[in-house]
């Protein structure tokens, strides 16, 4: 059981815009930023969104993500055959005094 | 950008321990926190702790308090992961994963070393 709460699955159509959802509390992303990670299969996570939005070098703009309350979202438009992977959200929980994860989402481009 | 490069995969007995390396290739090692993420086939990531070198002190999961040790090797910019009193719900990929501190994204990450615990 997670933290942090992520649906566990998620599809579209190349082209189409997709978003993932990660919810949390008061002790998680309501007071810490959220961090979003990729797993292409067979591989390790890549940080892609630090600190709520920021993107590190090497993902283009169609990703985005944003956080409002103890909720938090990742965004995917102009979606491609390459997008597809697990997705995980992270943040700092006080009340834990460690990092914790979500459960992932397995995207699946149609 | 820091390379991580992880030890080999193993097959563990069940009852024994495990000891993974992680070296560190550029960036400043001391400076950096170290932390360890496994994920069991099928599921999603589970951090175990983490270490920032320059000051030493190791800080755990609740779940791994007691079983797990994390140390570094500062000589050979290598961190090491310990895990006692495996049992088959061991069995997993473990990922060092590095940060500015153990509250901040990581950034750079191993390639994943699988462990299987099987008699």
């Known amino acids: 059981q997670s933290v942090l709460t992520q649906p566990p699955s998620a599809s579209g159509t190349p082209g189409q815009t997709v978003t993932i959802s990660c919810s949390g509390s008061s002790s998680n992303i309501g007071t810490n930023t959220v961090n979003w990670y990729q797993q292409l299969p067979g591989t390790a996570p890549r940080l892609l969104i630090q600190?709520?939005?920021q993107r590190p070098s090497g993902f283009p703009d169609r990703f985005s993500g944003s956080k409002s309350g103890t909720s938090a979202s990742l965004a995917i438009s102009g979606l491609q055959s390459e997008d597809e992977a697990d997705y995980y959200c992270?943040?700092?929980?006080?009340?834990?005094?460690?990092?914790?994860f979500g459960g992932g989402t397995k995207l699946t481009v149609l | 950008q820091v390379q991580l490069v992880q030890s080999g995969a193993e097959v563990k007995k069940p009852g024994s321990s495990l000891k993974v390396s992680c070296r560190a290739f550029?960036?400043?090692?001391?400076?950096?926190?170290y932390n360890w993420v496994r994920q069991a086939p099928g599921h999603g990531l589970e951090w175990m702790g983490s270490?920032?070198?320059?000051?030493?002190?190791?800080k755990y999961a609740q779940n791994f308090q007691g079983r797990v040790t994390i140390t570094a090797d500062e000589n050979t910019n290598t961190a090491y992961m310990e895990l006692s009193s495996l049992t088959s719900d061991d069995t997993a990929v473990y990922f060092c994963a590095k940060g500015a501190s153990t509250s901040s994204p990581f950034d750079s990450w191993g390639q994943g070393t699988l462990v299987t615990v099987s008699s």
């Open positions: 992270a943040a700092w929980d006080d009340s834990l005094s460690s990092p914790v």
């Open positions: 270490l920032l070198p320059f000051f030493g002190t190791p």
């Open positions: 550029g960036g400043s090692f001391s400076t950096s926190a």
């Open positions: 600190n709520n939005g």
